[in-house]
């Protein structure tokens, strides 16, 4: 079965700081992997996806994440953080496939991350 | 620019009261999912319906129905509510099954008494 971990809870950063949010995947081959975001009373809003092809991807808001295969990695940065940043981050993966009981995404438990003036 | 909605937005039941949740989707995709999210826990698969007339059972499956009355449409039913059930369910779609991007409503909060 598939999983996801987010090694971290809360992550709190300076404003104007870099940013890496941690993500762990565990899946029998190269899953289609994503980061989504979600501000507090609000639904989740997709930051990011990778299905193939370059292992960096770039998404809205500034944020980028990379892909290593090596360490069933997709973890998620960015260069300078803002405070409307603030908010919960969750990394999800899918199957590359459809059918046979095979659908949605898997969630990890989140990464609540602080800005902090 | 509606998307995926949802309906109610908060709700408060008793111990054994049933009710409904209901979503619907502008955007033509065929299959539609309903997640519950708790503190700690991220959000967990309850049921999917991969296209219209089917629907699966997910990771939390237990204490839930759902139907997928068209293709727009795909509501959530508690039949004998429990304090368990305390959570906020989000309804979502995507065009295709699979590990394809899911767009999400903006939640449902529910809280069993």
């Known amino acids: 079965a598939q999983s996801v971990t987010q090694p971290d809870i809360h992550i709190t950063v300076s404003e104007g700081a870099s940013l890496e949010l941690r993500c762990n995947y565990s899946?029998?081959?190269?899953?289609?992997l994503f980061w989504y975001v979600q501000s507090p009373g609000q639904g989740l809003q997709l930051l990011l996806k990778?299905?193939?092809?370059?292992?960096l991807v770039q998404g809205i808001k500034g944020f980028e994440a990379e892909f290593k295969r090596s360490q069933s990695s997709f973890n998620l940065r960015k260069p300078s953080v803002h405070w409307s940043d603030a908010a919960e981050y969750f990394c999800?993966?899918?199957?590359?496939?459809?059918?046979?009981?095979?659908?949605?995404?898997?969630f990890g438990k989140g990464t609540h991350l602080i800005i902090q003036p | 620019n509606a998307g995926v909605t949802q309906t109610p937005k908060f709700q408060v039941l008793k111990t054994g009261q049933s009710m409904t949740l209901q979503c619907a989707q502008d955007?033509?995709?065929?299959?539609m999912y309903w997640y519950r999210q708790d503190p700690g826990m991220g959000l967990r698969l309850i049921y999917y319906?991969?296209?219209?007339?089917?629907?699966d059972k997910g990771e939390v499956p237990n204490g839930y129905n759902v139907s997928r009355l068209n293709k727009r449409e795909f509501s959530l039913r508690l039949e004998s509510a429990a304090p368990s059930q305390t959570s906020v369910y989000f309804c979502?779609?995507?065009?295709?099954?699979?590990?394809?991007?899911?767009?999400f409503g903006e939640g449902s909060w529910l809280t069993v008494v």
């Open positions: 979502a779609s995507s065009p295709m099954g699979g590990g394809n991007t899911i767009y």
């Open positions: 899946y029998g081959a190269t899953p289609y």
């Open positions: 990778y299905f193939s092809g370059d292992t």
């Open positions: 999800a993966v899918g199957p590359t496939y459809s059918g046979g009981g095979a659908d949605g995404l898997t």
């Open positions: 955007m033509n995709h065929n299959s």
């Open positions: 319906s991969a296209s219209e007339g089917t629907t």
